[in-house]
């Protein structure tokens, strides 16, 4: 009795102390059931329950408008660039191409075909350069006057070519000779001088190739009349006489590279122009100011959800010594969010970019386009995670994750057979058929069948100059077609639908249950509101209670 007496106080404080971590055990396990319910929950169920207003939710709906408002201004903007650059290459093909008909004949504009029509484009040209100022309709110039006309011809060093008796004897080295006029120089007598040299005797059987090169400065007037301050564009215009092939058949390429500069001086009178580019830099202001909300808001979002997969990682092995599974930590990673975030980033780069380029300190039309119209094509994906709080959207959301993994594994598999027929196609086919005579071409035509389209045209185009090739093409085509259309596609869709029918069978049954849905899966809201709260219309449609529990929606 005195030993029991001894040791009873003891035993009670260890009891005490078991009871007291117990307790707090439990409130600690209540309190992060309730914090992880209200994670899972959409902006409509956290306002009932404490009045939480979805500003994450109103801020992107503000920012679609924002953003696609700000791409079609400057889409538009932006196409009054594109329409100038090809309108001026029409022209300068007009201009200084002899015998241009207004089409190009393949990836050349023309071609020729005699020794006279070679001297005749290449002077035509120099004479067109020469009256630039009096023929263009165009607000066309030459760059200074330290520039001009270059003229650089390639060849063999030497060589004689006998056809008849089939001897050749050539150098394959190459030599390039140049000759330079200045603007200035075109109408004295030390141009008719360069015009009467040697340089200009071709000898057409060791000759490469004539490569003709100037720049010119253009204005673009036309943005005036759409209320923007005009751009200076710098032109570097080459004219290739390609006779690589010596075939008796020189190709004529012209190539028109154009840039984008700050015009140096100007001044446009007109308050309404200024006006206008001040109303769109301030709305790009607000863009900027939207994103950057955003912005924040995704980031701390992303910070808390880590700081609750902590709590939870560390409870769940302090309560049942075993570790969550790596399914269930990515339960608390919104990829949506993230997507969010890198379309802020790029609309906030975009906006400052799109501001220089307005404000004419910048010309970098094709970064900021790229950027912008990522940028959009995300935030308006980013609309998918809001239509998935609704059963009837989310079974499209649900079926697309299921089946990404198998539709990745299966695309590499049939990517293989794919590349195989576009090296075949091309080795074999492509000297009979212009569809097969590049890699890129190959894959596009391919493609272009499985989809169906041009299917008679790739057919019918191949040259029956070879019997074996042409029987080649008909084993190729068809069981081209046969395999990716009628088993490869199939099996794709496939794929797909049993994802979906795996889908709605959960949908019917439950869905798998894991660590984190078996932890919430018996806790009930304690003190969350469930009276019916007035709510704007885009928060007012609740969710059946028996959608609740099938899946996080994340």
Same mark, same amino acid.
């Given at each position: 009795?005195e030993?029991?007496?001894?040791?009873?106080?003891?035993g009670?404080?260890?009891?005490?102390?078991?009871?007291?971590?117990?307790?707090?055990?439990?409130?600690?396990?209540?309190a992060?059931?309730?914090d $992880?319910k209200?994670? #899972?929950?959409?902006?409509?169920? @956290?306002?009932?329950?404490?009045?939480?207003?979805?500003?994450?939710?109103?801020l992107?709906?503000?920012?679609?408008?924002?953003?696609?408002t700000?791409?079609?201004?400057?889409?538009?903007?932006?196409q009054?660039?594109?329409?100038?650059? *090809?309108e %001026?290459?029409i022209a300068?093909?007009?201009?200084?191409?002899?015998g241009?008909?207004?089409?190009?004949?393949?990836?050349?504009?023309?071609?020729i075909? &005699?020794?006279?029509?070679?001297?005749?484009?290449?002077?035509y040209?120099?004479?067109?350069?020469?009256?630039? @100022?009096?023929?263009?309709?165009? &607000?066309?110039?030459? *760059?200074h +006057?330290?520039?001009?006309?270059?003229?650089c @011809?390639?060849?063999?060093?030497?060589?004689t070519?006998?056809?008849?008796?089939?001897?050749?004897?050539?150098?394959?080295?190459?030599?390039?000779?140049?000759?330079?006029f200045?603007?200035? +120089?075109l109408?004295?007598?030390?141009?008719?001088?360069? $015009?009467?040299?040697?340089?200009?005797?071709?000898?057409?059987y060791?000759?490469?190739?004539? +490569?003709?090169?100037?720049?010119?400065?253009?204005?673009?007037?036309q943005?005036?009349?759409?209320?923007?301050l005009?751009?200076c564009y710098?032109?570097?215009?080459?004219?290739?006489?390609n006779? /690589?092939?010596?075939?008796?058949?020189?190709?004529?390429?012209?190539d028109?590279? &154009?840039?984008i500069?700050e015009?140096?001086?100007?001044?446009?009178?007109g308050?309404?122009?200024?006006?206008?580019?001040?109303?769109?830099?301030?709305?790009?202001?607000?863009?900027?100011?939207?994103?950057?909300?955003?912005?924040i808001?995704? =980031?701390?979002?992303?910070?808390?959800?880590?700081?609750?997969?902590?709590?939870f990682? %560390?409870?769940?092995?302090?309560?049942?010594k075993?570790?969550?599974?790596?399914?269930?930590?990515?339960e608390?990673?919104?990829?949506w969010?993230?997507?969010?975030?890198?379309?802020?980033?790029m609309?906030?780069?975009?906006?400052?970019?799109?501001?220089?380029?307005?404000?004419?300190?910048? =010309?970098?039309?094709?970064?900021?386009?790229?950027?912008?119209?990522?940028?959009?094509? #995300?935030?308006?994906?980013?609309?998918? /995670?809001y239509?998935?709080?609704?059963?009837?959207?989310?079974?499209?959301?649900l079926?697309m994750?299921?089946?990404?993994?198998?539709?990745?594994r299966?695309?590499?598999?049939?990517?293989m057979?794919?590349?195989?027929? &576009?090296f075949?196609?091309?080795?074999?086919?492509?000297?009979?058929? +212009?569809?097969?005579?590049?890699?890129n071409?190959?894959? *596009?035509? $391919?493609?272009?069948?499985? %989809?169906?389209?041009?299917?008679?045209?790739?057919?019918?185009q191949?040259?029956?100059?070879s019997?074996?090739v042409?029987?080649?093409?008909?084993?190729?085509l068809y069981?081209?077609?046969s395999? #990716?259309?009628y088993?490869?596609?199939? $099996?794709?869709?496939?794929?797909?639908?049993?994802?979906?029918?795996?889908?709605?069978?959960?949908?019917?049954?439950?869905?798998?249950?894991?660590?984190?849905? *078996?932890f919430?899966?018996?806790?009930?809201?304690?003190?969350?509101?469930?009276?019916?709260?007035?709510?704007?219309?885009?928060?007012?449609c609740?969710?059946?209670?028996s959608?609740?529990?099938?899946?996080?929606?994340?």
């Amino acid at each position: 009795m005195e030993i029991s007496l001894k040791y009873l106080p003891g035993g009670r404080a260890a009891a005490s102390g078991n009871m007291m971590a117990q307790s707090d055990l439990d409130l600690k396990e209540t309190a992060l059931k309730e914090d $992880l319910k209200f994670y #899972f929950m959409n902006p409509c169920e @956290k306002y009932r329950a404490r009045h939480q207003i979805p500003w994450k939710l109103a801020l992107q709906i503000l920012k679609i408008l924002m953003v696609t408002t700000q791409l079609i201004f400057f889409g538009l903007s932006n196409q009054l660039v594109v329409s100038f650059k *090809e309108e %001026n290459t029409i022209a300068f093909k007009h201009l200084f191409l002899k015998g241009y008909s207004g089409v190009d004949e393949d990836d050349y504009s023309c071609s020729i075909y &005699t020794q006279q029509d070679a001297y005749d484009s290449i002077f035509y040209v120099i004479n067109q350069y020469k009256q630039l @100022k009096n023929i263009s309709l165009g &607000t066309l110039g030459y *760059e200074h +006057e330290a520039s001009g006309l270059k003229i650089c @011809k390639q060849q063999y060093k030497k060589g004689t070519m006998l056809p008849a008796n089939d001897t050749m004897s050539i150098d394959v080295s190459t030599e390039t000779e140049c000759i330079f006029f200045k603007p200035q +120089e075109l109408a004295g007598k030390k141009a008719e001088l360069k $015009l009467n040299s040697s340089f200009f005797n071709l000898e057409f059987y060791r000759l490469i190739q004539v +490569e003709i090169s100037f720049k010119l400065k253009g204005i673009a007037l036309q943005t005036i009349h759409a209320r923007e301050l005009p751009d200076c564009y710098a032109f570097q215009n080459t004219i290739t006489f390609n006779n /690589r092939a010596h075939s008796g058949k020189i190709k004529i390429y012209f190539d028109s590279d &154009t840039d984008i500069q700050e015009c140096k001086d100007w001044h446009i009178f007109g308050s309404v122009l200024q006006k206008n580019t001040q109303y769109i830099l301030v709305f790009d202001g607000f863009v900027i100011l939207s994103c950057v909300a955003s912005l924040i808001l995704c =980031t701390r979002s992303i910070v808390l959800a880590l700081r609750l997969q902590k709590r939870f990682v %560390n409870f769940f092995l302090e309560k049942y010594k075993r570790h969550v599974c790596h399914a269930d930590r990515l339960e608390f990673i919104n990829g949506w969010y993230v997507l969010v975030i890198i379309s802020d980033v790029m609309t906030i780069i975009g906006s400052i970019l799109k501001m220089e380029i307005k404000a004419k300190n910048l =010309t970098s039309y094709d970064v900021c386009s790229i950027l912008l119209g990522t940028s959009t094509l #995300f935030v308006w994906v980013g609309v998918i /995670r809001y239509l998935g709080y609704f059963q009837t959207y989310n079974v499209l959301i649900l079926t697309m994750q299921a089946s990404l993994p198998k539709v990745l594994r299966f695309c590499c598999c049939a990517g293989m057979i794919y590349l195989g027929y &576009t090296f075949c196609g091309w080795i074999v086919l492509g000297p009979y058929h +212009e569809k097969f005579e590049d890699l890129n071409t190959v894959a *596009e035509c $391919l493609f272009s069948l499985v %989809n169906g389209d041009d299917m008679f045209a790739t057919f019918a185009q191949i040259q029956q100059k070879s019997t074996l090739v042409w029987v080649f093409s008909r084993l190729y085509l068809y069981s081209f077609i046969s395999l #990716f259309i009628y088993m490869i596609l199939s $099996l794709f869709i496939a794929l797909i639908t049993d994802s979906y029918d795996t889908i709605k069978k959960y949908q019917q049954s439950g869905f798998p249950v894991t660590d984190l849905h *078996e932890f919430l899966k018996d806790h009930a809201s304690v003190g969350y509101r469930k009276e019916q709260t007035s709510m704007p219309l885009i928060c007012c449609c609740r969710r059946q209670e028996s959608d609740d529990n099938l899946i996080l929606i994340n």
